[in-house]
């Protein structure tokens, strides 16, 4: 049995099939994420250029520290069945034989070691609240979050220590202080250079 089957809310089996069939078959434009969200098939727009710009920056740091087995994907279909969530986040690293076990589409966000999600305007609450539930229920880790419209000022959370839907905040800060990804990382992120709106 998969981590994936496994996911599967008791009964719910025939319901999540359905969903993941119309996120399948949606038809979005190109460069547009779809995604499932507390059961709800969305479709957000391309992401700007400082959010990609970002993305880049900690992509870099990242393969600086990464066992040579586990890759760093933009477009990778996580699963959370238990929630009703399909996300493609931002960034999602993962070990490459979870790529290879699981289906074409997506892996269970549960073979993640680290997920990073970077808010835009339209996006920032699903980021913040619903995400975040679901890759702590699945047992992601580590997840970070980059919030360039966070309501105080950009900002960037670190979050561990999964339990049920909630996060433990491991360390909170904004655009401009380091952040300190833990084992196995270990890896020190200069946000100096992320551009804030």
Known sequence: MSALAADHPQGHSHEWEELVRLWEETD????????????IVTVSP?????????????????????????????????????????????LAI?????????????????GAELIVEITSKTNANHDRIKKAAGY??????????????????????????????VYRV????????DVHLPAPFDLVIDTSSFPAR
């Not at 790529?99 to 589409?105: A, G, I, N, V």
């Not at 950009?154 to 561990?160: D, E, F, R, S, W």
């Open 46 to 90: 391309a992401p700007s250029i400082d959010h990609n710009d970002i993305a880049d920056v900690i992509q870099r740091r990242l393969y600086s520290v990464i066992p040579e087995d586990w890759g760093i994907y933009q477009t990778l279909g996580t699963a959370v069945p238990s929630r009703s969530g399909l996300f493609v986040p931002d």
């Open 28 to 39: 979005a434009p190109e460069g547009c994420k779809v995604e499932i969200i507390e059961g």
């Open 136 to 165: 702590a229920r699945a047992q992601v880790p580590l997840y970070l979050l980059v919030d360039g419209w966070a309501p105080g000022g950009p900002t960037i959370t670190l979050y561990g220590e999964p339990r049920d839907d």
């Open 170 to 177: 491991l360390q909170a800060g904004k655009f401009g202080d």
């Open 94 to 110: 993962v070990p490459k034989a979870v790529l290879r076990t699981e289906s074409d589409q997506y892996v269970p966000a549960a």
